[in-house]
């Protein structure tokens, strides 16, 4: 029986030795196995970077691309804010021309009527050309009040309540969506109160 056991105690040792070579020579596979793991989750990591990088490139390309056209645009919309200024003195006196002339006059004389309707047609056509470049008047008559449109000089009694506008002594004009120039308006203060 000791040959026996010696002889499985031999065989058993050997098996033993036979893994261990096994291993071994299987190690330096098995480490090549873990470092080429290493090495992908380290590629994904940084492709995975580098596409978020490339992502928030290409948006902030995209955005600096949107603001740039619109301050294109803005400048665009806005560059004949000063000519039409100065512009808006020759559309008043234009306005004030044909209200100084009385209504009475104009059916009298045939050549006040023609002057008044060459007056209008220049009104009109400064207007529209105007217009057509984004400048146009406001109504305020007989509207509240609002300091950011409005420029009031006075203020007088009238029917119309408190707050409310009730002449307008120059118009107001805007230039695309900004104020160009405040209407300069007179505001009622209501009634007047009648002494007791």
Do not use: C
Not at 49 to 64: P, V
Not at 69 to 98: C, G, M, P
Not at 109 to 137: F, M, R, W, Y
Not at 155 to 180: D, T
Request: proline share 4%.
């Amino acid at each position: 029986m000791d040959e026996k056991n010696q002889n499985k105690t031999k065989s058993s040792n050997q098996s033993i030795g036979q893994t261990k070579k096994n291993t071994k020579n299987s190690n330096p596979d098995v480490k090549k196995k873990l470092n080429q793991d290493l090495i992908i989750e380290d590629l994904k990591k940084k492709l995975k970077d580098l596409e978020d990088k490339l992502l928030r490139s290409l948006a902030e390309s995209d955005n600096l691309r949107k603001r740039h056209d619109k301050e294109i645009n803005e400048n665009f919309k806005y560059a004949i804010k000063n000519f039409a200024e100065s512009l808006l003195t020759v559309t008043d006196n234009f306005h004030r021309a044909i209200n100084s002339i009385p209504e009475e006059e104009s059916s009298k004389n045939p050549i006040t009527k023609n002057l008044i309707i060459g007056i209008q047609a220049v009104e009109k056509e400064l207007a529209d050309v105007l217009e057509k470049n984004g400048v146009k008047s406001f109504k305020s008559i007989d509207e509240k009040f609002n300091p950011e449109f409005h420029h009031a000089v006075s203020k007088i009694h009238s029917n119309s309540p408190e707050g409310i506008i009730v002449e307008e002594l120059q118009r107001g004009f805007m230039i695309g969506e900004r104020l160009l120039r405040p209407a300069m308006v007179a505001v009622s203060m209501g009634p007047k109160k009648k002494d007791l």
